[in-house]
Protein backbone atom coordinates (compact mmCIF):
# COMPACT_ATOMS: atom_id res chain seq x y z
CA UNK A 1 0.00 0.00 0.00
CA UNK A 2 1.21 3.53 -0.24
CA UNK A 3 2.92 5.36 2.43
CA UNK A 4 3.48 8.70 2.92
CA UNK A 5 6.96 9.66 4.73
CA UNK A 6 6.99 13.46 4.08
CA UNK A 7 9.62 15.47 6.88
CA UNK A 8 10.27 11.62 8.24
CA UNK A 9 13.90 10.30 7.99
CA UNK A 10 14.79 6.90 6.54
CA UNK A 11 16.96 5.25 8.98
CA UNK A 12 19.13 1.71 8.55
CA UNK A 13 17.67 -0.12 11.29
CA UNK A 14 19.19 -0.49 14.86
CA UNK A 15 21.28 -3.69 15.04
CA UNK A 16 21.17 -4.36 19.23
CA UNK A 17 23.77 -6.45 20.28
CA UNK A 18 23.26 -7.49 23.13
CA UNK A 19 19.66 -8.40 24.29
CA UNK A 20 18.15 -11.23 26.97
CA UNK A 21 14.99 -12.79 25.49
CA UNK A 22 14.81 -15.15 28.54
CA UNK A 23 13.21 -17.97 26.23
CA UNK A 24 14.58 -20.89 27.31
CA UNK A 25 14.43 -20.76 30.88
CA UNK A 26 11.92 -17.88 31.93
CA UNK A 27 9.70 -17.12 29.79
CA UNK A 28 7.32 -15.10 32.66
CA UNK A 29 9.85 -12.59 32.44
CA UNK A 30 10.14 -12.59 28.56
CA UNK A 31 9.51 -14.82 25.61
CA UNK A 32 11.53 -14.36 21.91
CA UNK A 33 7.72 -13.31 20.67
CA UNK A 34 7.49 -10.51 22.93
CA UNK A 35 11.10 -9.31 23.31
CA UNK A 36 11.27 -9.30 19.61
CA UNK A 37 7.80 -7.26 19.32
CA UNK A 38 9.72 -4.49 21.76
CA UNK A 39 12.67 -4.59 19.17
CA UNK A 40 9.93 -4.37 16.38
CA UNK A 41 8.29 -1.22 17.89
CA UNK A 42 11.75 0.21 19.02
CA UNK A 43 13.35 0.34 15.22
CA UNK A 44 15.71 -2.38 16.10
CA UNK A 45 15.57 -4.78 12.93
CA UNK A 46 18.18 -7.33 14.85
CA UNK A 47 19.42 -8.70 17.52
CA UNK A 48 21.98 -10.29 19.43
CA UNK A 49 20.54 -12.65 22.00
CA UNK A 50 22.78 -13.83 25.19
CA UNK A 51 23.23 -17.33 25.96
CA UNK A 52 22.42 -16.68 30.16
CA UNK A 53 19.11 -18.35 29.67
CA UNK A 54 18.21 -22.27 31.33
CA UNK A 55 19.45 -23.88 29.35
CA UNK A 56 22.31 -21.95 28.93
CA UNK A 57 23.65 -21.85 25.43
CA UNK A 58 26.52 -24.04 25.34
CA UNK A 59 25.27 -27.21 24.02
CA UNK A 60 23.77 -28.68 20.44
CA UNK A 61 21.04 -29.63 22.80
CA UNK A 62 20.42 -25.91 24.10
CA UNK A 63 21.23 -24.10 20.79
CA UNK A 64 18.66 -26.23 19.60
CA UNK A 65 15.88 -25.57 21.95
CA UNK A 66 16.51 -21.21 21.48
CA UNK A 67 16.52 -21.32 17.45
CA UNK A 68 13.21 -23.05 18.32
CA UNK A 69 11.30 -20.45 20.66
CA UNK A 70 13.58 -17.85 17.95
CA UNK A 71 10.55 -18.87 15.27
CA UNK A 72 8.59 -16.41 17.04
CA UNK A 73 10.69 -13.60 15.89
CA UNK A 74 9.66 -10.49 14.30
CA UNK A 75 13.26 -9.32 13.85
CA UNK A 76 16.04 -11.15 12.71
CA UNK A 77 18.50 -12.11 14.94
CA UNK A 78 22.06 -13.98 16.13
CA UNK A 79 22.61 -16.18 19.05
CA UNK A 80 25.40 -15.64 21.41
CA UNK A 81 26.80 -19.24 22.10
CA UNK A 82 28.44 -19.44 25.46
CA UNK A 83 32.09 -19.49 26.09
CA UNK A 84 33.23 -21.44 29.38
CA UNK A 85 35.13 -23.99 30.75
CA UNK A 86 32.59 -26.44 30.03
CA UNK A 87 31.94 -25.36 26.52
CA UNK A 88 35.49 -25.11 25.59
CA UNK A 89 34.89 -28.31 23.59
CA UNK A 90 31.96 -27.80 21.73
CA UNK A 91 32.42 -23.92 20.43
CA UNK A 92 33.11 -25.30 16.79
CA UNK A 93 30.37 -27.95 16.98
CA UNK A 94 28.39 -24.55 18.33
CA UNK A 95 29.80 -22.87 15.05
CA UNK A 96 28.29 -25.42 12.85
CA UNK A 97 24.74 -25.61 14.79
CA UNK A 98 24.12 -21.65 13.98
CA UNK A 99 25.68 -19.32 16.69
CA UNK A 100 27.36 -16.30 15.28
CA UNK A 101 29.24 -15.34 17.85
CA UNK A 102 30.01 -16.03 22.01
CA UNK A 103 29.87 -14.46 24.99
CA UNK A 104 31.98 -14.89 28.18
CA UNK A 105 30.42 -14.17 31.74
CA UNK A 106 33.68 -13.02 33.26
CA UNK A 107 31.63 -11.10 35.92
CA UNK A 108 28.76 -13.21 37.95
CA UNK A 109 25.42 -11.62 36.78
CA UNK A 110 21.77 -12.91 35.82
CA UNK A 111 22.44 -16.57 35.64
CA UNK A 112 24.71 -17.06 37.58
CA UNK A 113 27.16 -19.30 35.55
CA UNK A 114 30.30 -20.00 36.61
CA UNK A 115 32.60 -17.14 35.14
CA UNK A 116 35.59 -18.79 33.28
CA UNK A 117 38.92 -19.40 34.47
CA UNK A 118 41.71 -17.41 32.71
CA UNK A 119 43.38 -20.45 31.31
CA UNK A 120 39.30 -21.35 29.85
CA UNK A 121 38.83 -17.78 28.16
CA UNK A 122 42.74 -17.98 26.85
CA UNK A 123 41.71 -20.93 25.25
CA UNK A 124 38.67 -20.52 23.99
CA UNK A 125 40.23 -17.27 22.48
CA UNK A 126 43.43 -19.08 20.59
CA UNK A 127 40.59 -21.22 18.78
CA UNK A 128 38.09 -18.52 18.11
CA UNK A 129 41.30 -16.44 16.36
CA UNK A 130 42.02 -18.24 13.42
CA UNK A 131 38.10 -18.47 12.94
CA UNK A 132 38.14 -14.58 13.39
CA UNK A 133 34.75 -15.27 15.36
CA UNK A 134 34.50 -12.18 17.91
CA UNK A 135 33.43 -13.02 21.82
CA UNK A 136 31.25 -10.97 23.71
CA UNK A 137 32.59 -9.89 27.26
CA UNK A 138 30.89 -9.07 29.94
CA UNK A 139 34.14 -7.61 31.71
CA UNK A 140 34.07 -7.41 35.87
CA UNK A 141 36.58 -9.60 38.38
CA UNK A 142 34.33 -11.94 39.76
CA UNK A 143 36.33 -12.31 42.67
CA UNK A 144 36.22 -8.85 43.69
CA UNK A 145 32.30 -8.43 43.21
CA UNK A 146 31.54 -11.78 45.51
CA UNK A 147 34.03 -10.83 48.46
CA UNK A 148 32.88 -7.25 48.20
CA UNK A 149 28.81 -7.96 48.15
CA UNK A 150 29.57 -10.78 51.01
CA UNK A 151 31.33 -8.25 52.96
CA UNK A 152 28.02 -5.92 52.11
CA UNK A 153 25.76 -8.74 53.35
CA UNK A 154 27.44 -9.51 56.31
CA UNK A 155 27.37 -6.01 57.51
CA UNK A 156 23.73 -6.29 57.33
CA UNK A 157 23.11 -3.53 54.42
CA UNK A 158 20.14 -4.59 52.24
CA UNK A 159 20.21 -0.69 50.54
CA UNK A 160 20.29 0.13 46.88
CA UNK A 161 23.95 1.82 47.40
CA UNK A 162 25.47 -1.27 48.69
CA UNK A 163 25.31 -2.60 45.53
CA UNK A 164 27.10 0.07 43.96
CA UNK A 165 29.48 -0.58 46.54
CA UNK A 166 30.06 -3.79 45.81
CA UNK A 167 30.95 -3.61 42.22
CA UNK A 168 33.19 -1.03 42.10
CA UNK A 169 34.46 0.56 38.51
CA UNK A 170 38.14 -0.90 39.09
CA UNK A 171 36.33 -4.56 38.83
CA UNK A 172 35.81 -3.67 35.77
CA UNK A 173 38.90 -1.75 34.85
CA UNK A 174 40.89 -4.44 36.01
CA UNK A 175 38.67 -7.38 34.16
CA UNK A 176 38.98 -5.46 30.50
CA UNK A 177 42.64 -5.15 30.76
CA UNK A 178 42.91 -9.14 31.49
CA UNK A 179 40.87 -9.44 28.52
CA UNK A 180 42.68 -6.85 26.24
CA UNK A 181 45.92 -8.68 26.52
CA UNK A 182 44.55 -12.08 26.14
CA UNK A 183 43.11 -10.48 23.24
CA UNK A 184 46.63 -8.94 21.97
CA UNK A 185 48.15 -12.16 22.92
CA UNK A 186 46.20 -14.65 20.51
CA UNK A 187 44.56 -12.46 17.93
CA UNK A 188 41.04 -12.78 18.96
CA UNK A 189 38.22 -10.17 17.98
CA UNK A 190 36.49 -9.62 21.45
CA UNK A 191 33.50 -7.02 22.36
CA UNK A 192 33.06 -5.29 25.52
CA UNK A 193 29.44 -5.79 26.70
CA UNK A 194 28.10 -2.29 28.72
CA UNK A 195 31.02 -0.24 29.15
CA UNK A 196 30.07 1.59 32.15
CA UNK A 197 33.34 3.36 33.78
CA UNK A 198 35.11 6.35 32.50
CA UNK A 199 38.14 5.04 34.27
CA UNK A 200 38.97 2.01 31.80
CA UNK A 201 38.09 3.81 28.52
CA UNK A 202 42.33 4.38 28.27
CA UNK A 203 42.59 0.83 28.36
CA UNK A 204 40.44 0.30 24.57
CA UNK A 205 42.14 3.59 23.39
CA UNK A 206 45.65 1.99 23.95
CA UNK A 207 44.18 -1.39 22.91
CA UNK A 208 42.87 0.11 19.65
CA UNK A 209 45.97 1.50 19.00
CA UNK A 210 47.79 -1.00 19.31
CA UNK A 211 45.92 -3.02 16.53
CA UNK A 212 43.81 -5.25 19.20
CA UNK A 213 40.50 -5.91 16.85
CA UNK A 214 38.22 -4.90 19.97
CA UNK A 215 34.74 -3.24 19.58
CA UNK A 216 33.02 -1.51 22.92
CA UNK A 217 29.36 -1.10 23.74
CA UNK A 218 27.82 1.19 26.26
CA UNK A 219 23.92 1.81 26.36
CA UNK A 220 21.69 4.61 27.14
CA UNK A 221 22.12 3.78 31.06
CA UNK A 222 25.45 4.73 31.50
CA UNK A 223 25.27 8.09 29.05
CA UNK A 224 21.63 9.44 30.20
CA UNK A 225 21.66 7.61 34.44
CA UNK A 226 23.46 7.94 37.51
CA UNK A 227 23.85 7.07 41.24
CA UNK A 228 21.10 9.94 42.05
CA UNK A 229 18.72 7.98 39.67
CA UNK A 230 19.32 4.84 41.98
CA UNK A 231 18.85 6.10 45.11
CA UNK A 232 15.97 7.63 43.79
CA UNK A 233 14.69 4.17 42.37
CA UNK A 234 16.41 1.88 43.97
CA UNK A 235 16.03 -1.93 42.45
CA UNK A 236 14.44 -0.81 39.28
CA UNK A 237 18.04 0.42 38.78
CA UNK A 238 19.96 -2.77 40.21
CA UNK A 239 21.60 -3.67 37.20
CA UNK A 240 24.95 -5.02 36.29
CA UNK A 241 27.61 -3.33 35.62
CA UNK A 242 26.17 -1.21 37.96
CA UNK A 243 24.56 2.53 37.19
CA UNK A 244 27.76 5.01 38.20
CA UNK A 245 28.32 8.29 39.69
CA UNK A 246 27.28 11.30 37.43
CA UNK A 247 30.76 11.78 36.68
CA UNK A 248 30.92 8.83 34.02
CA UNK A 249 28.26 10.05 31.74
CA UNK A 250 30.01 12.90 29.70
CA UNK A 251 33.42 11.06 28.74
CA UNK A 252 31.61 7.97 27.57
CA UNK A 253 29.50 10.39 26.00
CA UNK A 254 32.70 11.95 23.94
CA UNK A 255 33.99 8.34 23.87
CA UNK A 256 31.50 7.18 20.96
CA UNK A 257 32.01 10.28 19.49
CA UNK A 258 36.05 9.76 18.92
CA UNK A 259 34.89 6.55 18.30
CA UNK A 260 36.60 4.63 21.53
CA UNK A 261 33.52 2.91 22.23
CA UNK A 262 31.76 1.74 18.95
CA UNK A 263 27.94 1.37 19.32
CA UNK A 264 25.09 1.57 21.52
CA UNK A 265 23.43 -1.69 22.62
CA UNK A 266 20.60 -1.85 25.32
CA UNK A 267 21.32 -4.96 27.27
CA UNK A 268 17.51 -5.06 27.53
CA UNK A 269 17.22 -7.89 30.43
CA UNK A 270 13.55 -7.86 31.44
CA UNK A 271 12.70 -9.31 34.64
CA UNK A 272 8.80 -9.03 36.34
CA UNK A 273 7.76 -5.29 38.79
CA UNK A 274 7.58 -7.44 41.83
CA UNK A 275 11.23 -9.09 41.11
CA UNK A 276 12.36 -5.61 40.43
CA UNK A 277 11.19 -3.75 43.34
CA UNK A 278 12.01 -5.91 46.77
CA UNK A 279 12.95 -4.76 49.68
CA UNK A 280 16.47 -6.38 49.83
CA UNK A 281 18.38 -5.14 47.15
CA UNK A 282 20.18 -8.59 47.07
CA UNK A 283 16.45 -10.10 45.85
CA UNK A 284 15.94 -7.72 43.22
CA UNK A 285 17.38 -9.00 40.07
CA UNK A 286 19.53 -7.29 37.83
CA UNK A 287 19.00 -5.16 35.02
CA UNK A 288 15.57 -3.64 33.21
CA UNK A 289 14.05 -3.76 29.40
CA UNK A 290 15.47 -1.23 26.73
CA UNK A 291 15.28 -2.29 23.43
CA UNK A 292 11.92 -0.21 23.04
CA UNK A 293 13.17 2.91 24.17
CA UNK A 294 16.49 3.01 23.12
CA UNK A 295 15.85 4.66 19.77
CA UNK A 296 13.47 7.44 21.47
CA UNK A 297 16.29 7.93 24.50
CA UNK A 298 19.10 8.57 21.69
CA UNK A 299 17.13 10.60 18.81
CA UNK A 300 16.44 13.15 21.67
CA UNK A 301 19.98 13.57 22.32
CA UNK A 302 20.31 13.97 18.38
CA UNK A 303 17.19 16.76 18.82
CA UNK A 304 19.64 18.41 21.84
CA UNK A 305 22.48 18.67 19.55
CA UNK A 306 24.28 16.34 21.10
CA UNK A 307 25.50 13.89 18.34
CA UNK A 308 23.75 14.25 14.80
CA UNK A 309 21.97 11.85 12.88
CA UNK A 310 24.77 10.33 11.25
CA UNK A 311 26.77 9.74 14.27
CA UNK A 312 23.60 8.12 15.78
CA UNK A 313 23.12 5.87 12.48
CA UNK A 314 27.11 5.09 13.34
CA UNK A 315 26.19 3.73 16.70
CA UNK A 316 23.21 2.31 15.92
CA UNK A 317 23.59 -0.08 12.93
CA UNK A 318 27.03 0.99 10.69
CA UNK A 319 29.17 -0.44 13.46
CA UNK A 320 27.66 -3.02 14.82
CA UNK A 321 26.77 -4.43 10.94
CA UNK A 322 30.88 -3.95 11.25
CA UNK A 323 31.65 -5.81 13.68
CA UNK A 324 29.16 -8.95 13.53
CA UNK A 325 29.96 -9.00 9.61
CA UNK A 326 26.38 -8.11 8.57
CA UNK A 327 26.86 -8.11 4.48
CA UNK A 328 24.45 -6.80 2.03
CA UNK A 329 24.25 -8.43 -1.11
CA UNK A 330 27.10 -7.18 -2.84
CA UNK A 331 29.33 -8.09 -0.41
CA UNK A 332 29.93 -4.82 1.55
CA UNK A 333 28.97 -3.49 4.93
CA UNK A 334 26.13 -2.58 4.59
CA UNK A 335 22.98 -1.33 7.17
CA UNK A 336 19.80 -1.44 5.98
CA UNK A 337 20.80 -3.52 3.04
CA UNK A 338 17.51 -6.10 2.59
CA UNK A 339 15.13 -3.20 3.74
CA UNK A 340 15.86 -3.36 7.35
CA UNK A 341 14.76 -0.11 7.75
CA UNK A 342 13.21 2.29 10.95
CA UNK A 343 11.09 5.63 9.74
CA UNK A 344 11.54 8.27 12.26
CA UNK A 345 9.81 11.40 13.26
CA UNK A 346 12.58 13.83 14.66
CA UNK A 347 9.90 16.25 15.54
CA UNK A 348 7.00 14.19 17.77
CA UNK A 349 7.32 14.87 21.79
CA UNK A 350 6.02 12.42 23.91
CA UNK A 351 6.82 10.72 27.41
CA UNK A 352 7.86 6.89 27.93
CA UNK A 353 5.50 4.90 29.49
CA UNK A 354 6.17 1.48 31.04
CA UNK A 355 3.18 0.35 30.96
CA UNK A 356 2.83 0.73 27.10
CA UNK A 357 6.28 -1.38 26.90
CA UNK A 358 5.93 -4.76 24.50
CA UNK A 359 8.20 -6.09 27.12
CA UNK A 360 6.50 -8.70 29.76
CA UNK A 361 8.41 -6.45 31.81
CA UNK A 362 6.72 -3.50 32.61
CA UNK A 363 9.19 -2.20 34.99
CA UNK A 364 11.56 0.65 33.72
CA UNK A 365 13.89 3.67 34.79
CA UNK A 366 13.29 5.34 31.71
CA UNK A 367 9.14 5.86 32.74
CA UNK A 368 7.96 9.34 32.83
CA UNK A 369 10.94 10.53 30.72
CA UNK A 370 10.53 13.13 28.27
CA UNK A 371 11.46 12.11 24.78
CA UNK A 372 11.53 13.79 21.11
CA UNK A 373 11.75 11.60 18.18
CA UNK A 374 10.27 8.46 17.61
CA UNK A 375 10.57 5.13 14.82
CA UNK A 376 6.85 5.07 13.34
CA UNK A 377 7.52 2.32 10.94
CA UNK A 378 9.70 -0.52 10.92
CA UNK A 379 10.79 -3.25 8.51
CA UNK A 380 12.43 -5.70 8.54
CA UNK A 381 13.69 -7.20 4.90
CA UNK A 382 11.05 -5.20 3.13
CA UNK A 383 8.16 -5.89 5.23
CA UNK A 384 6.37 -3.95 8.08
CA UNK A 385 6.71 -5.51 11.73
CA UNK A 386 6.01 -2.05 12.99
CA UNK A 387 3.50 0.34 11.03
CA UNK A 388 2.02 3.56 12.27
CA UNK A 389 3.40 3.19 15.94
CA UNK A 390 1.63 -0.26 16.21
CA UNK A 391 3.44 -3.55 16.17
CA UNK A 392 2.01 -5.72 12.87
CA UNK A 393 0.49 -8.97 14.67
CA UNK A 394 1.26 -11.52 11.83
CA UNK A 395 4.44 -10.28 11.19
CA UNK A 396 5.49 -12.83 14.52
CA UNK A 397 7.73 -15.36 12.56
CA UNK A 398 8.88 -13.25 10.29
CA UNK A 399 12.58 -12.99 11.77
CA UNK A 400 15.35 -14.99 10.70
CA UNK A 401 19.03 -15.88 11.58
CA UNK A 402 21.24 -13.73 10.45
CA UNK A 403 24.64 -15.29 8.98
CA UNK A 404 27.60 -13.15 10.23
CA UNK A 405 31.10 -13.27 7.93
CA UNK A 406 33.92 -12.05 9.18
CA UNK A 407 35.77 -11.21 5.98
CA UNK A 408 38.79 -9.04 7.14
CA UNK A 409 41.33 -10.58 8.38
CA UNK A 410 42.09 -11.18 12.24
CA UNK A 411 44.61 -8.97 13.68
CA UNK A 412 48.10 -11.16 13.81
CA UNK A 413 48.60 -12.64 17.17
CA UNK A 414 51.42 -11.02 19.22
CA UNK A 415 52.38 -14.85 20.33
CA UNK A 416 52.39 -18.14 18.63
CA UNK A 417 52.95 -20.29 21.03
CA UNK A 418 49.55 -21.73 20.99
CA UNK A 419 50.31 -23.27 17.47
CA UNK A 420 53.14 -25.20 18.54
CA UNK A 421 50.36 -27.67 19.44
CA UNK A 422 52.50 -29.71 22.44
CA UNK A 423 49.55 -29.79 24.69
CA UNK A 424 46.26 -28.28 22.45
CA UNK A 425 45.14 -29.68 19.09
CA UNK A 426 45.94 -27.56 16.64
CA UNK A 427 43.28 -25.03 16.07
CA UNK A 428 41.20 -24.91 13.40
CA UNK A 429 42.43 -23.14 9.99
CA UNK A 430 46.23 -23.58 11.49
CA UNK A 431 47.96 -25.62 8.86
CA UNK A 432 49.74 -28.94 11.04
CA UNK A 433 53.28 -28.13 9.79
CA UNK A 434 52.90 -24.49 10.71
CA UNK A 435 56.37 -23.71 12.04
CA UNK A 436 56.19 -21.08 15.28
CA UNK A 437 57.55 -18.02 14.20
CA UNK A 438 58.74 -14.96 17.17
CA UNK A 439 57.72 -11.28 16.69
C1 LIG B 1 21.56 -9.21 32.73
C2 LIG B 1 20.40 -10.19 32.80
O1 LIG B 1 19.45 -9.92 33.53
O2 LIG B 1 20.43 -11.22 32.12
N1 LIG B 1 21.47 -8.32 33.85
C3 LIG B 1 22.10 -7.14 33.99
O3 LIG B 1 22.04 -6.56 35.08
N2 LIG B 1 22.74 -6.56 33.00
C4 LIG B 1 22.85 -9.96 32.67
C5 LIG B 1 24.03 -9.14 32.24
O4 LIG B 1 24.10 -8.66 31.09
O5 LIG B 1 24.95 -8.96 33.02
ZN1 LIG C 1 26.49 -8.58 31.38
ZN1 LIG D 1 23.22 -8.36 29.47
Redesign the pocket.
Known sequence: QEMRADGLYLLPGAIDSHV?FRDPGYPHKETWKTGSAAAACGGVTTVFE?P?TNPATGTIEALRIKQKAAESSYVDFGIHGLLGDDTIERLEELLEGGVTSFKAFVGN???NLPAPTDGALLEGFEKLAPLGIRTVV?AENSSILLRRQQRMQAAGRTDALAHLAARPAVAEIEAIGRVLTLAEWTGARVHI??HSAADSLFLLRDAKRRGVDVTAETCPQYLLLNTDHMLKLGGVMR??PPIREARHNQPLWDALMDGTLDMIAT?H?P?TPEEKTRANIWEC???FPGVETQMPLMLTEVNRDRASLMDYVRWSAVNPARAWGLYGTKGVIAPGAHADIAIVDMARAGVLSQNRLQSISKISPWNGRKVQGYPLHTLVRGRFVMRDGALVADAAGWGRSVKSVQRMPAPRARNTEHYIGAVLETPAGVPRSATPTSE
Open positions: HMNTFGHAHLNDAHDCG
